[in-house]
């Protein structure tokens, strides 16, 4: 990426004051800059201003012009930039954070998607069984689109959107500055732990330190989108019915609102619990009909994902998410929960492990031990989908049309037998006929089997792919905090601290811990679920498309006869 | 092939005297001649001797000779002329006799297989799973060598051989002097019929004109491939074991034996009925067993078809070859057969059919529905053999190495999950291994399939080409002949014919369309059962293919849960 240098004229979204001595640039709305340096990682961008100082600014704060002409030649360049400096920017912060860091998964930086946003099932030829489109296919258009500069409210939804049809693109792409300005030492080294209501307490179960898990398991069902409008119908959205088992009344949402939800869930619980990103923007349908649904199925998907877990599905703004009452209920709470302190490492300070201490030493070998397992798992789920997306295009594009042609080869040869003159002739020519008919639905199995088991394999393991992917930040949390508490006797040495903090220091690093392993403990306990469910379903599939052609094989068969 | 004009050299291996008006050359054992022009036809090539004289000289009685360095760099060229120039020889030879001839289907004159030696599975990766070998490969190295001009006997066997050790070609191309000599107006005006002992009687049967059948099918089995030596070991050939159902006393055959015994019935027969080539000695094995295996299969199934039908399995020659008691018996037997003069068209003079004669616009009509329905079966069955071929590649090539990935992914991810150090994930890793090893089998048993079933229905399309690739030779005597009696008014009218005569030729040409109506009744009725038989066949296996695969499956399912 270091060969794509443009120097890009931005304009600056909302005021932002500098702290001092933290580098930072102060700029106003309206105002606008050059961006100097994107590769700053960590949410910031180096700009420079018309006085010609420069500093860091947040990314969330400035936004990209383009003249109408220079919009599409630059749009794809930008594109790959920004797919592959959102991982630079995530892996340089954990980087610096952690002392002895070293690129945690230097692969994934590699990999161009982050989340869900791998378009693993992309079809070159387009193939119509292909429900997902290509690249550069947004669907901004017509859902949730935004005038230029318009952000009445501080939403930071549909962050990192492109408006194809507009002029304007919005750098946006560090989605937890809280976590991003603290590392592990804001909470090792706080003085005053915050008094905070709900505590959040780890119990040893039988595998090990497990969550508080609730009684009943939440659940809700995303379902009945309906297209909705605003500005007198210049601009559509969709909207999703979410209901919860909870309460079995529905609220409705738009995608942005799951992003804002999912923005909410990274700042207060990313440190410790991985948040998979939401089913991406570039996850598109040739249709509009099949993007809905793809884009609800994979929202659904999330949602189930987040009602599994304990933490996150009894937090506050999970909660009003999911059963919010009216608009006022809905905007009370949301603003409420922009203002939550409790974010970034913080949240340790909410943990409350009912266990012994843990020596930092267990605990760099329990965090090395994840590292490796998830590292592995990753690599694994991607083997998965390489191989999937392979036959994915085989079983929609060559195989059927084989099958396709051997069909048509039987049912030629039985026009010629038919035109012999032959007396005795049809009973072949019929099954032969039939038996062309066969190889042609065989063709059309072949070429649906895979929307209706392969998709589902896929599905689970890009899903795991988003969830993996939030290991190496969570896990760097923790390896910084470890080195922190290894630095301790030095810092005690030099006064740093006291000998009294170096001690609470391991106290929380053994917090840490625990939250880890529960959160471990609760990722394995859902992976052996979905694993065992997803090549279930899998092979259950299968076996029935195996059984059908033989059935139908075995019927073309019954045709022939050599009396 | 206008532009491969390469002036071989050419020795002569028998003595040959031109008949006077012919163009003929008269030419020498042992003399040197150049060959100035190949695309005479007819078995014939125009040479020049040393004297500068030039004339038509029989193919058959001269032998190409190259220098050793020549041989690797022409011959790649002269396989590939000699085959296209075979199927020239024939059409031109037809194109000529017929007077309104039109090159009768010009789409095998582009094809440069004829017969049997169409590599229709050749697989350029050569997979162990691919019984052809590529075009280039002979067996002559080891199975019936000859010395460079050794033909002690006059045995036409192992005509078109190229020796690959040697230095010497022999270009042995048209398979039917006798039939190339005379067209169909030897028989139609010939003055007085030989009086033959034996008559092939033409019955009007349910569908038609239809041969005399035997009371009890002939039936044979070619097995047990023996290796024999000659010449001290030098050279060494394999010998096969053919049983008559009628003896059950087996009796020995070299491949050149079979060869003699094809142009043997092919001089006699090959008017009226297809006689089809000899499995190709092209068709070779990447291992000397696997294409013995494969040679005998395809000699088994021309023995077979030779069985089946009614006038070739009950001719004397066919049952000399069956039947022989001793070496001294088959001589006196081969003596004889090579001296009979019933050939050519000459054999429709022992044909009665027992029915009242035919108009001539009625032939032409019959005739004209073969030429078409012929035709349309062998583009068919080029489809089918097409298709085949692609089918072939894809099962032994990249579906299998498909499913060994998709295998190995999930066995890798079974590794994975055995790392996690979680507890109760045995049952999940088991059952991903178990998953896993399935989709090796299944790759197995893709690859292994195209053997059980789709050999079988190449090998008989790929028979039925090389059989339909006779019919327009066969038909093109029928259309001369058709022609000739068109034209026999004029002939009376200039006084070349009596009035008599021409009613003869009516009457002879109406015994030829019932042979040929009769042939083409045993051709459907061999066609309807061959069909019948390989498609029971294919689709059995292909039904057995898909439950085993789904039992495998449905195993592997069992072993995951979801409790």
């Known amino acids: 990426m270091d060969s794509f240098l443009i120097a890009f004229q931005a304009q600056v979204l909302y005021d932002f004051t500098a702290e001092p001595g933290n580098n930072e640039l102060t700029v106003r709305e309206g105002e606008t800059v050059t961006i100097t340096n994107q590769s700053i990682g960590g949410g910031w961008i180096e700009a420079q201003n018309s006085k010609g100082q420069v500093g860091l600014v947040p990314e969330d704060y400035i936004e990209v012009r383009f003249s109408d002409s220079d919009t599409a030649d630059v749009l794809q360049h930008t594109q790959y930039f920004i797919s592959n400096n959102y ?27 982050g989340g869900f946003n791998n378009n693993w099932a992309s079809n070159p030829e387009g193939t119509p069984a292909d429900p997902w489109g290509s690249l550069d296919e947004w669907d901004d258009e017509w859902d949730d689109m935004k005038s230029t500069g318009g952000y009445a409210e501080s939403e930071s939804g549909e962050s990192g959107a492109i408006q194809r049809g507009g002029t304007s693109m919005k750098i946006s792409l560090n989605k937890f500055p809280g976590f991003s300005k603290s590392g592990p030492e804001l909470y090792l080294l706080c003085k005053q732990l915050p008094k905070e209501k709900e505590k959040l307490t780890i119990y040893m179960g039988e595998v090990g330190p497990v969550w508080s898990y609730p009684d009943t398991q939440l659940d809700c069902v995303v379902a009945d989108p309906k297209k909705g409008s605003k500005m007198y119908g210049l601009k559509s959205y969709i909207e999703y019915q979410i209901t919860a088992s909870t ?33 991406d923007k570039q996850v598109t349908g ?20 987040m009602c599994r877990h304990p933490i996150i599905s009894s937090s506050e703004v999970f909660q009003l998410f999911l059963t919010y009452k009216d608009e006022k209920d809905w905007k009370t709470g949301k603003r409420k929960a922009e203002k939550d302190e409790t974010v970034g490492v ?35 789920v991607k083997e998965i989908l390489t191989v999937g997306q392979e036959h994915w295009k085989r079983c929609t594009g060559p195989l059927p049309k084989e099958y396709q042609r051997i069909g048509k080869a039987f049912q030629n040869m039985s026009t010629v037998f038919t035109s012999s003159g032959y007396q ?22 072949v070429a649906e089997q895979p929307k209706k088991d392969l998709h589902f394999l896929m599905e689970t393991n890009n899903e795991y792919k988003g969830l993996l992917g939030c290991f190496p930040d969570t896990i760097a949390v923790h390896k910084a905090a470890i080195e922190k508490v290894k630095e301790g006797d030095k810092l005690v040495g030099t006064n740093k601290i006291t000998a009294q903090e170096k001690g609470t220091m391991a106290k929380r690093l053994s917090t840490m811990s625990y939250a ?21 379903l899998y092979l259950e599939e299968q076996v029935t498309f195996y059984e059908t052609i033989a059935a139908k094989l075995r019927q073309a068969h019954s045709q022939f006869t050599t009396m």
Request: net charge negative.
């Open 87 to 113: 991982n630079n920017n995530i892996s340089s912060l954990c980087v610096l954070q952690a002392s002895n860091g070293n690129d945690p998964w230097s692969v994934w930086n590699a990999d161009s998607s």
């Open 247 to 279: 309460t079995n009344r529905p609220v409705n949402h738009r995608y942005k609102h799951f992003d804002w939800l999912y923005e909410r869930l990274l700042d207060k619980f990313g440190s410790a619990i991985p948040i998979p990103s939401l089913p």
């Open 286 to 305: 040739r249709f509009e009909e099949e993007f809905i649904k793809m884009r609800m199925e994979r929202l659904q998907g999330w949602m189930t994902r």
């Open 346 to 380: 913080m949240i340790f300070s909410t943990i409350e492990p009912e266990a012994p201490d843990l020596d930092p030493l267990d605990v760099e070998k329990k965090c090395e031990q994840f590292s490796r397992f998830t590292k592995a798992m990753d690599d694994s």
């Open 424 to 445: 005795g002739e049809s009973t072949l020519t019929d099954a032969l006929t039939a038996a062309g008919k066969t190889y042609e639905e065989i063709a059309q199995l």
């Open 516 to 536: 880890l392993q529960a959160e471990m403990n609760h990722f394995h306990n859902n992976r052996i679920y979905d694993y065992n469910r997803v090549m279930q």
